[in-house]
C-alpha cells in the first residue's frame, strides 16, 4: 500500500544527545514536511523540501536539521540544541509545485512519531 | 505574514447534535483543506475545495470554499461518539507551506 511512514512511533532520549526521525514515502511525491505538535496545540512546521538536495527551514527551524538525499526520505535530526525537544512529530509529502495541479495542493500525514526527553 | 483563524477552538455537544466550524484567511488562496486528528495520530485528509463556492461533501460532512475565497466551513451532520477529534483547515501557499488553522477540538456526549 503507498502510505508515508514514520519510524519509531515512541522515542525516548537523554538530555545532550542527538535523535533522528525516520520518514519514508512512497506516493513519488516531490515536496516532503516535517511538523511538531505539542498538546492541546497546532502544527508548526520545522522544515519542508519541495525536491530532492534541498530544502528550506520553516517556522521553528533551530535546533533541528534535515536531508533529503532520495526522493523518497526525509529524516528530521533533532539535536542537542533544540531546548524543549518533547513532542510529537509529524512528516507529510505532496506532489509539490513543480507537478502542481489541484490534487497538488493536497498533502498527506504520517501516523507520528513520540518523542520524550528524559 | 498569512494568518488563519479558525473557530471555535473547542466544542462539546451532544451525539445527534450538528456541528459547525469555520475558518478565515487574510489572503486569497486556491485550496481549502479540512483534515482530522485523532489523539495520538496524524492527522487525515477529509476534505479538498479547489474552486471559489465549491461545495463537497464526504458523508455525513461538508465543506464549502467561500465565494471570496478567505474562508471556508465544515458542518458535521449528527454527530456521533467517533468524531471525536481536532479538527484542522488548512491552506496551501504558492510557496509551498501549509498553513494550519489552530484546531477546533471536538467532543461528543453519549
Known amino acids: 500500500d503507498g502510505g508515508i511512514t514514520q519510524s519509531p512511533k515512541y522515542l525516548f532520549r537523554k538530555e545532550g544527545q542527538n535523535v533522528t526521525l525516520s520518514c519514508e514515502q512512497n506516493?513519488?511525491?516531490?515536496?516532503m514536511y516535517w511538523y511538531r505538535q505539542d498538546p492541546g496545540q497546532g502544527l508548526r512546521l520545522i522544515y519542508y523540501s519541495q525536491i530532492v538536495n534541498d530544502f528550506q527551514k520553516g517556522d521553528i527551524a533551530e535546533g533541528y536539521s534535515v536531508s533529503r538525499e532520495k526522493k523518497e526520505s526525509f529524516p528530521l535530526t533533532v539535536t542537542s540544541a533544540q531546548k524543549n525537544p518533547t513532542a510529537f512529530y509529524l512528516c507529510a509529502s505532496s506532489i509539490g509545485p513543480f507537478r502542481l495541479t489541484n490534487s497538488g495542493n493536497t498533502i498527506y500525514f504520517g501516523e507520528g512519531s513520540w518523542l520524550t526527553v528524559v | 505574514g498569512q494568518q488563519l483563524n479558525q473557530s471555535p477552538q473547542s466544542m462539546f455537544i451532544q451525539e445527534g447534535e450538528d456541528v459547525s466550524m469555520n475558518c478565515t484567511s487574510s489572503?486569497?488562496?486556491?485550496?481549502w483543506l479540512w483534515y482530522k486528528q485523532d489523539p495520538g495520530e496524524g492527522p487525515v485528509l477529509l476534505i479538498a475545495l479547489y474552486k471559489a463556492g465549491e461545495l463537497t461533501s464526504n458523508g455525513r460532512l461538508t465543506a464549502q470554499f467561500g465565494i471570496t475565497r478567505k474562508d471556508s466551513f465544515l458542518n458535521i451532520s449528527a454527530s456521533i461518539p467517533s468524531d471525536v477529534g481536532i479538527y484542522f483547515c488548512a491552506l496551501r501557499s504558492n510557496t509551498g507551506k501549509l498553513i494550519f488553522g489552530q484546531g477546533t477540538t471536538l467532543q461528543v456526549k453519549p
Open positions: 489572503s486569497i488562496f486556491n485550496t
Open positions: 506516493l513519488n511525491h516531490d515536496a
